[in-house]
């Protein structure tokens, strides 16, 4: 008494499926950030990817942005 569902059937199958995983999945960060920790606490600092250090000849140092 087994048979292959029709093409309509399995259509239906597979969107009960996926309907299924939709409403029992997880729930995702709520107001999660985009920007990493790490990248957040550069922003504060106002520290930029192409910033350099130069040093002095009398020994100091100096943040270039």
Do not use: C, Y
């Amino acid at each position: 008494m087994s048979r292959s569902p029709n093409e309509d059937e399995a259509a239906a199958i597979a969107a009960a499926i996926e309907r299924f995983r939709a409403e029992t999945a997880p729930a995702g960060e709520a107001g999660g950030d985009a920007v990493s920790p790490w990248q957040r606490a550069a922003l504060v600092e106002g520290v930029g990817a192409r910033g350099t250090v130069q040093k002095h000849r009398e020994g100091g140092t100096e943040w270039l942005s």
